[in-house]
């Protein structure tokens, strides 16, 4: 679509018109020769130069019009606008802390197809439909065993997330549970986002056994800078020993930074827990639309720099045929006995 952007320079279109009729061409009032025949004189000058008559002052004046409004199109700044290129941006970046310490090798939950899998393979598994569901969301990954370690970088591409999140093995960050210090790292992990909405899901089977930060005091520093924890409990509750399930503290720390505490006895429940979490995060992307602008002005000033120069090629050719017409033009002088004009070839 062509635009302008500065449609008040049309506003100068009638300038050269009003130049005309306020400040007229000056007249000359000098005589070179008087005659008293120079009605017929004339009337056969006319008759003797059909291409001069033939130009009418409105022709002469077409081309520097056209000129003048080419001129006026180049710096009113054409443009033509370019469909819009939608880009959609993130509002929320979601950060997910899973615990891979010893206590998720427990074969205690049962496939769809009722196999006997370990906790972390049903973490894949219902966590990688979440992660699919996710899609206009920055989700980032972070496992913790005896210390938390960055798996996966804020990132919309949730396929990777999922593919680093299938690589995970029981052990490979430590046997224990350090789950203040996947906090921590996860409240500098935020330091740099600007969305609105930041969100954490923890999953854990096991009290903490190894943090330098305690939870509760790791979840007040990321209430401050307005993080929301949301703690999910998987396993066995009656667990004794490093391996018991320390629903109190996750309840608290779900309490202390605005979430929710849930509990996974089996896949199932694990299953609704993420589905419940689906719709308590809910997705929102903001939409950006962009018209690329391209200007044509250029056009417009070529346009007139051509017709400027046709106009003195036909100006110089206009000159040439006059001056070839005067001196083909026959020579008239009066007949002395009749007084009437005669033309000698």
Not at 216 to 238: C, F, K
Not at 252 to 272: I, N, P, T
Not at 278 to 297: A, G
Request: proline share 6%; glycine share 6%.
């Amino acid at each position: 679509m062509l635009a302008f952007a500065y449609p008040w320079i049309f506003a100068l279109l009638p300038v050269p018109w009003l130049v005309r009729y306020f400040l007229p061409a000056r007249e000359s009032t000098g005589v070179a020769v008087r005659v008293p025949f120079g009605e017929r004189l004339t009337a056969v000058m006319r008759n003797q130069a059909p291409v001069a008559a033939a130009v009418s002052q409105s022709r002469q004046l077409l081309i520097p019009a056209l000129i003048w409004g080419l001129v006026l199109c180049g710096l009113a700044r054409p443009q033509w606008i370019e469909p819009p290129v939608v880009k959609e941006e993130p509002t929320r970046d979601l950060l997910l802390l899973v615990d891979l310490s010893s206590s998720m090798d427990e074969k205690d939950f049962v496939n769809t197809a009722g196999k006997a899998i370990t906790r972390l393979e049903a973490v894949k598994e219902v966590l990688g439909d979440f992660l699919v569901r996710r899609k206009g969301d920055r989700v980032g990954l972070v496992v913790f065993g005896s210390a938390p370690y960055l798996q996966a970088p804020f990132s919309t591409d949730l396929s990777l997330v999922r593919t680093l999140l299938d690589e995970c093995q029981v052990g490979m960050a430590g046997p224990q549970t350090a789950f203040g210090d996947a906090i921590g790292l996860g409240v500098n992990l935020f330091q740099e986002s600007k969305v609105p909405a930041k969100t954490m899901i923890a999953l854990t089977d096991g009290n903490d056994t190894k943090s330098q930060v305690p939870p509760v005091e790791a979840a007040r520093i990321a209430a401050q800078r307005d993080i929301r924890i949301h703690t999910v409990a998987m396993g066995d509750p009656t667990t004794a020993g490093e391996d018991k399930l320390d629903a109190e503290t996750l309840k608290e720390v779900a309490r202390v930074a605005h979430g929710s505490y849930f509990f996974a006895g089996d896949r199932k429940q694990l299953e609704q827990i993420y589905q419940e979490l689906d719709q308590i995060e809910t997705r929102e992307v903001k939409t950006i639309s962009h018209r690329p602008r391209r200007d044509l002005y250029y056009y417009f000033l070529l346009a007139a720099l051509f017709l400027s120069l046709l106009e003195k090629v036909l100006a110089v050719w206009r000159a040439r045929s006059e001056t070839s017409l005067k001196q083909e033009t026959a020579e008239v002088r009066v007949n002395p006995a009749s007084g009437q004009l005669e033309v000698v070839s």
